[in-house]
């Protein structure tokens, strides 16, 4: 595609991700830990809006302390939009506008959101025409989220997280969601499982554990049953976020006394997700927080992942 064929800006719109099973095995030499987990995306959306540009820069707006988000090459938007570039040989740039609203550092996804947005945004902008795969394999080089938030809806990571198997889910499934005016760094909460677990950041020797996701997740999943589901919710970093943040088990204990069918700690956290039984459910869970003082958002999954908006 030519340059004059390309438009002069692409909005793109991904999701946040709530995981509803996480199963973490012990760290290997690479530092990372294998994972069997299963992904949902939720209705929580990143904005990114790509601009013909001669250099890279980035502009975030939404209810987030500017300090919290980097514009520099930190930033894993900018990653994403370079990485392109040079797996393109493409020798421009870009402006990326990032309008946030899934939670910094989160334990949602939000910046693995920006870089699959960004990536499906820039690819639009410079008619670099790459397939999924290629694209998922760039988003896989950025973070272990990266590529769910290309995909979306209901999948089962293994590996980083990063190899994906679209997982059937009917229906929709509702949350609540606690956010926290402080982000939890992800290497942290990590670490902490490493510690609470022996292995003292020292490397583990054995080979991991076989990791599987439950059938009953699945079974639930494809049944669209929220029942079922709550009653099959896991993260095994659930105890290293509790330990790091110990006001984080009140507040789902809180959730659940409300109403919610169960709580669990997204992701790394430190954002609460309370799965609830219905949409009416959720906005009497919603009410009743809200009487006692605390903020929530009422999100649905699943969702599609990245997508360029019309
Ligand atoms: O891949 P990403 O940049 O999102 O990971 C951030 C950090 O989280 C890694 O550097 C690592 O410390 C930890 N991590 C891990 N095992 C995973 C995914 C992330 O240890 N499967």
Known sequence: MSVAATPASVHVRAPGKINVYLGVGDRQDDGYHPLATVFQAVSLYEDVIARRAADFSITVTGDVDPDTVPLDDRNLAMRAA???????DYHGGVALEIRKSVPVAGGMGGGSADAAAALVACDALWGTGFSQVRLHELAARLGADVPFALHGGTAVGTGRGDQLNPALARGRFDWILITS????????VYSRLDEIRGIDGALADDPPPSLDVPVAVLHALRAGNAEDLAETLANDLE??????RPELEQRLLHGVRAGALR????????????????PESAQHVQAVLRETGVDSLHVHGPVPGARILA
């Open 82 to 88: 370079k990485l392109l570039a040079a797996a393109a």
């Open 263 to 278: 709580g669990i700690v997204s992701g790394s956290g430190p954002t609460i997700a309370l799965l609830c039984a219905d």
């Open 181 to 188: 005016d402080e982000g939890l760094s992800t290497p942290a």
């Open 239 to 244: 105890d290293a976020a509790f330990d790091l």
